[in-house]
């Protein structure tokens, strides 16, 4: 293949309301969450698995070739289409290329359609390959295409298995067919230009081999109710799939085949007024809840989260003038305040929000505070009854943090704010497995500190009454806070509410105190040195490990079972999350000079110059260009929440989902030392 993405590169189709397509390059789904329409009933929430993928296979002069792969228990690929596969691009949506035996070119394309559960799958003839009758006169026999969908109408995070409850019957009418597998789940509508042949049948044992990596189940059946077969001849084979309801009453009675024409061209258009690729990308994050936004926390498998939101928000809309996303997003969240907190989480399905983050209501303010002023320095005008709402939600955030709310979170009497009781994880850093919170960090942690002054700084802006407030905890911060010994600060103070202990950890958390963040705590030689021991300790060229080398606990592999995993996700593994505030501090301690910036953007942002240029290679030498120039399309990297990396520079070639967070701070990164977003 010519392609530079490996065949396990994952590539994935947002459609603006948290449902998308997504898979691999070779075809061969390695994951649960792989699937053609993936719907979210209840935007963002209630994802289900409606189509999970298609067999497809074209007959030439009577001459059966396959397109497709699919990975059987117990490693068995059937049928071989990838060892036909020559070339994948991304760009403007997934785009493959095959050539079968006898030279004859074939496309395929997958296009998610924004703004509705409708995704678009296309196969062309681009040339033929030489066909020859026995006596050697030149002939172009037939080319037919014939498409099997693999249906489970099952929830996202689950697998589906043979059963007699599954129902196979198909209604076609004209180019539709509606298939509805389980009643409560939503139909599926197909529109071809083909024609459908009800062939009903169970393909059982689909292999997930990420899935088995992760330490989970990783067998499923699927139901397959009929095959489509297309002429490819005389024109492009088109295959839109739908939930039902997503479509007008105006597209479902045109003809498919403009209805592919106009949807490219809308998409096209679409993503081209993008300033740059990274904005681009970026987009997929933002998403419809009810009739405001929001931003979801990641790819495939979470929704939005409050924390998450917050500090996605400052890249995604801030840095990119997307201001009415940002105030749709914070009105929406204004009104979620309780007893000082905002939502963590939103559970999928209609279970109350989780109220389980020190932090989250925190960032809430930062962001806040940075909408207002964004908007003003773009000479544009905030509406009064705006600023009202968000002064008041800035009000209901320190008011309850200063009387003390849920899990012992309140400011001590040193000014500081202390939190967590045994059994909870309150900060970003918030694995649990079982009964074990692997990195209970009760106490005062420094990041909440840094977060708590900021926010504090912010509230004395509209009111007096938080100035003294903020002054006796930034007093207590600068002389409670710092190690000497380390060059930096120690990670929480008064731990587990006990007065005077430490945990002097070397965590990144710290960095948030210098940058990230509209105040710094720390400045000067202090301020320069904890830097540096970041830089020396913590930074590689995938983001900040979240423990360095050397301390006790720390994990330099993320991989493994479920408690494997957990337990390295904080203990070493790499976040690019928090490259955003590094590069600001870094650049912060060098007196923000354009010199400065035009290091921090070579040094951070150009490619470090690893071994292989090859995406999704195992050299794991990475810098902040692959988080800017991987798009949700095709996201060959070690990624998970947060865009987690392995904190080691061993091979790590195994893919893993994408997040808002390295996109943001990308983006947030770049305009720290440019005062742009940067493009590709």
Same mark, same amino acid.
């Given at each position: 293949m010519s392609s530079p993405y490996p065949d396990d590169a994952e590539w994935l189709e947002a459609d603006g309301r948290g449902g998308f397509a997504s898979g691999t390059v070779s075809g061969a789904r390695t994951r649960r969450y792989h699937a053609l329409l993936l719907a979210a009933t209840t935007p963002p929430t209630g994802r289900v698995c409606l189509v999970n993928g298609f067999d497809a296979w074209v007959t030439v002069g009577g001459r059966r070739e396959g397109l497709s792969s699919q990975r059987y228990a117990p490693d068995v690929? %059937?049928?071989?289409?990838?060892?036909?596969?020559? !070339?994948?691009?991304? @760009? =403007? &949506? =997934?785009h493959w290329t095959f050539r079968l035996d006898d030279g004859t070119l074939i496309e395929q394309e997958i296009v998610a359609r924004h703004g509705a559960p409708v995704v678009l799958v296309a196969w062309r003839l681009v040339s033929r390959g030489p066909g020859r009758e026995p006596g050697g006169v030149a002939v172009a026999p037939a080319v037919t295409l014939a498409v099997r969908p693999f249906l489970s109408g099952r929830d996202y995070h689950a697998l589906h298995h043979e059963n007699l409850g599954c129902d196979f019957t198909a209604t076609a009418e004209g180019e539709r067919v509606r298939w509805q597998p389980y009643p409560g789940v939503p139909g599926v509508v197909a529109t071809s230009n083909g024609h459908?042949? %009800?062939?009903?049948?169970?393909?059982? #044992?689909?292999?997930?081999?990420? @899935?088995?990596?992760?330490?989970? !189940?990783? +067998? @499923?059946d699927l139901a397959a109710p009929g095959v489509f077969y297309f002429d490819l001849t005389d024109d492009e084979a088109v295959l839109l799939l739908a /939930? $039902?309801?997503?479509?007008?009453? /105006?597209?479902?009675?045109?003809?498919?085949?403009?209805?592919?024409? @106009?949807?490219?061209?809308?998409?096209?258009?679409?993503?081209?007024?993008?300033?740059?690729?990274?904005?681009?990308?970026?987009?997929?994050?933002?998403?419809?809840?009810?009739?405001?936004?929001t931003i979801v926390a990641g790819y495939p498998w979470f929704t939005d989260w409050g924390r998450d939101t917050f500090i996605a928000l400052r890249g995604l809309c801030l840095?990119?003038?997307?201001?009415?996303?940002?105030?749709? *997003?914070?009105?929406?969240?204004? #009104?979620? /305040?309780?007893e000082g907190m905002v939502p963590n989480r939103f559970p999928d399905r209609g279970d109350a929000p989780e109220l389980n983050a020190v932090d989250a209501a925190l960032w809430y303010v930062i962001a806040a505070h940075e909408y207002i002023a964004a908007v003003a320095a773009a000479g544009e005008l905030l509406p009064a009854d705006d600023h009202r709402r968000l002064r008041a939600a800035i009000d209901a955030i320190l008011i309850g943090y200063v009387e003390g709310t849920r899990f012992a979170i309140h400011c001590d009497t040193d000014g500081l704010l202390?939190?967590?009781? =045994?059994?909870?994880?309150?900060?970003?850093? !918030?694995?649990?497995v079982g009964d074990w919170v692997v990195t209970p960090? *009760?106490?005062? =942690? /420094?990041?909440?500190?840094?977060? &708590?002054?900021?926010?504090? %700084? +912010?509230?004395?802006?509209?009111? $007096?009454?938080?100035?003294?407030?903020?002054?006796?905890? %930034?007093?207590?911060?600068?002389?409670?806070?710092?190690? $000497?010994?380390?060059?930096g600060l120690y990670d929480v103070v008064d731990c587990d509410h006990q007065a005077g202990t430490v945990d002097a950890a070397f965590r990144p958390n710290q960095i948030f105190a210098v940058g990230g963040l509209p105040i710094a705590l720390v400045e000067g030689e202090r301020a320069r040195r904890l830097v540096d021991a970041v830089a020396a300790r913590l930074w590689t060229p995938l983001g900040l490990r979240s423990l360095a080398p050397g301390e006790p606990g720390y994990v330099g592999r993320y991989a493994g079972g479920v408690r494997e995993r957990d337990g390295a996700y904080h203990q070493g593994t790499a976040w690019p999350w928090l490259l955003g505030a590094f590069v600001e501090a870094w650049v912060r301690v060098r007196g923000a000079t354009p010199e400065a910036k035009r290091i921090a953007r070579a040094r951070f942002l150009a490619h470090s110059g690893g071994t292989s240029t090859r995406p999704g290679s195992a050299t794991c030498r990475r810098s902040l260009t692959a988080i800017r120039r991987t798009p949700p399309a095709a996201v060959p990297s070690r990624r998970g929440r947060w865009g987690r990396r392995c904190a080691s520079t061993a091979s790590c070639s195994r893919s893993r989902p994408t997040h808002d967070q390295p996109a943001s701070c990308a983006v947030f990164a770049s305009a720290c030392v440019t005062g742009t977003v940067a493009g590709t």
């Amino acid at each position: 293949m010519s392609s530079p993405y490996p065949d396990d590169a994952e590539w994935l189709e947002a459609d603006g309301r948290g449902g998308f397509a997504s898979g691999t390059v070779s075809g061969a789904r390695t994951r649960r969450y792989h699937a053609l329409l993936l719907a979210a009933t209840t935007p963002p929430t209630g994802r289900v698995c409606l189509v999970n993928g298609f067999d497809a296979w074209v007959t030439v002069g009577g001459r059966r070739e396959g397109l497709s792969s699919q990975r059987y228990a117990p490693d068995v690929v %059937h049928p071989d289409g990838a060892r036909r596969l020559v !070339d994948f691009t991304p @760009e =403007p &949506w =997934p785009h493959w290329t095959f050539r079968l035996d006898d030279g004859t070119l074939i496309e395929q394309e997958i296009v998610a359609r924004h703004g509705a559960p409708v995704v678009l799958v296309a196969w062309r003839l681009v040339s033929r390959g030489p066909g020859r009758e026995p006596g050697g006169v030149a002939v172009a026999p037939a080319v037919t295409l014939a498409v099997r969908p693999f249906l489970s109408g099952r929830d996202y995070h689950a697998l589906h298995h043979e059963n007699l409850g599954c129902d196979f019957t198909a209604t076609a009418e004209g180019e539709r067919v509606r298939w509805q597998p389980y009643p409560g789940v939503p139909g599926v509508v197909a529109t071809s230009n083909g024609h459908y042949a %009800h062939e009903p049948d169970w393909y059982r #044992g689909f292999f997930y081999a990420e @899935e088995r990596a992760r330490g989970l !189940d990783c +067998v @499923e059946d699927l139901a397959a109710p009929g095959v489509f077969y297309f002429d490819l001849t005389d024109d492009e084979a088109v295959l839109l799939l739908a /939930v $039902e309801g997503a479509e007008s009453a /105006v597209e479902r009675a045109r003809r498919v085949a403009p209805r592919a024409r @106009e949807l490219r061209a809308v998409e096209r258009r679409r993503r081209a007024a993008f300033p740059s690729r990274l904005e681009r990308n970026a987009d997929a994050y933002l998403v419809a809840r009810g009739d405001g936004r929001t931003i979801v926390a990641g790819y495939p498998w979470f929704t939005d989260w409050g924390r998450d939101t917050f500090i996605a928000l400052r890249g995604l809309c801030l840095a990119t003038g997307r201001f009415a996303d940002a105030r749709a *997003i914070l009105l929406a969240w204004a #009104g979620a /305040v309780s007893e000082g907190m905002v939502p963590n989480r939103f559970p999928d399905r209609g279970d109350a929000p989780e109220l389980n983050a020190v932090d989250a209501a925190l960032w809430y303010v930062i962001a806040a505070h940075e909408y207002i002023a964004a908007v003003a320095a773009a000479g544009e005008l905030l509406p009064a009854d705006d600023h009202r709402r968000l002064r008041a939600a800035i009000d209901a955030i320190l008011i309850g943090y200063v009387e003390g709310t849920r899990f012992a979170i309140h400011c001590d009497t040193d000014g500081l704010l202390a939190a967590g009781e =045994p059994g909870v994880r309150l900060t970003w850093m !918030d694995a649990k497995v079982g009964d074990w919170v692997v990195t209970p960090r *009760i106490g005062k =942690p /420094v990041e909440v500190q840094a977060l &708590w002054l900021n926010a504090l %700084h +912010v509230g004395s802006r509209f009111s $007096e009454r938080w100035q003294k407030q903020f002054a006796r905890g %930034h007093a207590s911060f600068a002389a409670r806070f710092w190690n $000497e010994a380390a060059g930096g600060l120690y990670d929480v103070v008064d731990c587990d509410h006990q007065a005077g202990t430490v945990d002097a950890a070397f965590r990144p958390n710290q960095i948030f105190a210098v940058g990230g963040l509209p105040i710094a705590l720390v400045e000067g030689e202090r301020a320069r040195r904890l830097v540096d021991a970041v830089a020396a300790r913590l930074w590689t060229p995938l983001g900040l490990r979240s423990l360095a080398p050397g301390e006790p606990g720390y994990v330099g592999r993320y991989a493994g079972g479920v408690r494997e995993r957990d337990g390295a996700y904080h203990q070493g593994t790499a976040w690019p999350w928090l490259l955003g505030a590094f590069v600001e501090a870094w650049v912060r301690v060098r007196g923000a000079t354009p010199e400065a910036k035009r290091i921090a953007r070579a040094r951070f942002l150009a490619h470090s110059g690893g071994t292989s240029t090859r995406p999704g290679s195992a050299t794991c030498r990475r810098s902040l260009t692959a988080i800017r120039r991987t798009p949700p399309a095709a996201v060959p990297s070690r990624r998970g929440r947060w865009g987690r990396r392995c904190a080691s520079t061993a091979s790590c070639s195994r893919s893993r989902p994408t997040h808002d967070q390295p996109a943001s701070c990308a983006v947030f990164a770049s305009a720290c030392v440019t005062g742009t977003v940067a493009g590709t």
